[in-house]
């Protein structure tokens, strides 16, 4: 459906099944009933268009989404009486528009047939449905399709969406001068121009704000070519920067090597050491988020913070980021642990390192794998987790689908209870497609590990994160003191969302991409920095 910003730190699954391409050949100029320019906005920050054509036999649709580095084309055909016959679609990744995978659906009477070829796999299977369209991931074209075919009546159709492999029902009814959309859990307002044609889509779940762009003479979408990659020390910088690789040897697959960088003071060793995990989604050695929020680098001004106070840090591209080597494609936390635990054993063998000094420090998906290595290796010395979780991923995803309706103005406490019952009755169902990752994400609770930490744990926590709630930063403490862990040391920061920056409001994500200010906040930088000097002594 539309633009979902609740998982941002996992953006290949926002591009999952439902959102594949296909190109068409137009029709006659006379024969196109709309066309035009679809610009995405959250928080006032342009983040994708969709440019579509509506004729009376097909729809087609190129929608380009910067911030999760994905160009989706569509094209669905119909027959003369204005019923679906097929669906085509494929997802390139930007900025270089290679092909991820393509998808196909054929309506046949009473059910779908799907075919889908992605990771060089084609697989295809038949699902009973009967269907009036089909739902691309990041498509609100489809939405004005709707609206236009419904000709100014109440009118319920049947959208298929191939992220949820099933048909949801969606209502159209109209409201004076606005027509409200209802899906799954999902509420979309349009408002109709005085030529007949929709004009904008608001979600307010989602804070997405759509608008017909009143020309097709647009300047370029920022944020379609990534930056090269610079990982040098500053000017002043009393330390040195070592380009490294390391190597891994997973427990099934073939042997690779992580590109990273090790920050080391330029006095004399061994120096304490540690070990930087990023958050969930395929992330550099900066955790950078480009092109979401391009200039936020958290890990380099952490380096560049503990390596000054003499603490080495080792960051790494995640698998299959390249340079590094491997693929995440059926990894899971599990394995990502195993890459730290190969980090820990490279920094080991290295004489300016202390073997016994090494800490470990993760933000988000990082925070969970953090303690996951530490549990089961006595010698970590230290543990600093940014933003870990207390709840299996099932209960994290349940907060992360409930707060944008919770915190929606303008819905009533009635409306409220329908959307999230039905969001929560869409998150359980389909498991069965879930990749790797996700199924073990969903299960793994993260409190078993740690009860089984004994290394001086600090946690921190933004009291505006929207993607892991404040208040569970206090549970983990708890469930590690009473493991018999003393050493525990929790912070919240009253005014930080989860990316540690200052929050515009609420910290809800639809705000990252508006950030001006994309530096830590220096009172994390002092505490984290403080609490591993201290340990590392």
């Known amino acids: 459906m539309a633009l979902n910003v609740k998982s941002l730190r996992r953006s290949t699954h926002l591009a999952s099944l439902g959102v594949l391409l296909a190109g068409g050949v137009p029709a006659a100029a006379q024969d196109i009933r709309d066309a035009g320019i679809l610009r995405m906005f959250t928080a006032g920050k342009e983040i994708g268009r969709e440019r579509f054509v509506r004729a009376p036999d097909y729809l087609e649709t190129e929608t380009a989404i910067p911030v999760l580095a994905v160009k989706i084309r569509t094209r669905a055909s119909y027959d003369p009486r204005g019923r679906l016959t097929r669906y085509e679609a494929r997802v390139f990744r930007l900025p270089q528009d290679s092909l991820l995978q393509t998808y196909q659906a054929r309506m046949e009477r009473d059910s779908v047939r799907v075919a889908l070829h992605a990771g060089g796999r084609d697989t295809s299977w038949v699902v009973a449905a009967q269907v009036d369209a089909v739902a691309a991931s990041q498509s609100l074209a489809v939405f004005g399709d709707l609206v236009h075919r419904a000709a100014a009546r109440d009118t319920v159709f049947r959208l298929w969406s191939a992220e949820r492999n099933a048909a949801l029902r969606v209502s159209v009814r109209h409201q004076s001068d606005t027509i409200q959309l209802d899906l799954d859990g999902l509420t979309i307002t349009a408002t109709i121009g005085p030529d007949g044609r929709t004009r904008t889509f608001d979600i307010p779940a989602q804070r997405v704000h759509v608008e017909r762009a009143p020309t097709p003479d647009l300047p370029d979408l920022p944020g379609l070519e990534r930056p090269a990659a610079d990982y040098s020390v500053p000017a002043d910088a009393p330390y040195t920067a070592e380009e490294v690789r390391i190597p891994v040897r997973p427990v099934s697959g073939e042997p690779f090597e992580l590109a990273g960088t090790v920050t080391l003071p330029k006095r004399r060793g061994p120096h304490p050491a540690v070990v930087m995990i990023t958050g969930s989604g395929a992330q550099d050695r900066d955790e950078n988020l480009w092109p979401l929020v391009p200039t936020y680098r958290p890990f380099r001004e952490i380096a560049d913070r503990l390596t000054r106070e003499g603490i080495a840090v080792l960051r790494v591209n995640d698998r299959g980021f390249a340079p590094s080597g491997g693929s995440r494609d059926s990894a899971t936390m599990d394995d990502f642990a195993d890459d730290v635990r190969a980090q820990i054993a490279w920094l080991r063998a290295r004489g300016e390192i202390n073997p016994e000094r090494i800490a470990l420090a993760g933000h988000s998906e990082g925070g969970v794998v953090g303690p996951m290595v530490a549990a089961s290796d006595p010698r970590v010395a230290a543990v600093a987790i940014m933003a870990g979780t207390a709840k299996s991923g099932l209960e994290v995803l349940r907060d992360q689908l409930t707060w944008p309706i919770e915190s929606a103005s303008g819905l009533s406490p009635e409306r409220k209870r329908t959307l999230r019952e039905q969001a ?103 505490a984290l920095a403080a609490w591993l000097v201290e340990r590392l002594r």
């Open 424 to 526: 929560l009755r869409s998150l359980e169902q389909d498991t069965a497609r879930l990749d790797p990752w996700m199924r073990h994400f969903r299960a793994y609770d993260p409190k078993t590990t740690a009860r089984r930490m004994k290394q001086p744990v600090l946690i921190l926590q933004g009291a505006l994160d929207r993607q892991v709630t404040a208040g569970q930063a206090d549970t983990l403490a708890q469930v590690i003191r009473a493991g018999g862990n003393r050493d525990v040391t929790v912070r919240v920061f009253p005014r930080l969302n989860h990316l540690f920056l200052v929050a515009l409001s609420d910290g809800a994500p639809a705000e990252y991409a508006a950030i001006e200010d994309t530096r830590v906040a220096s009172e994390v930088l002092d």
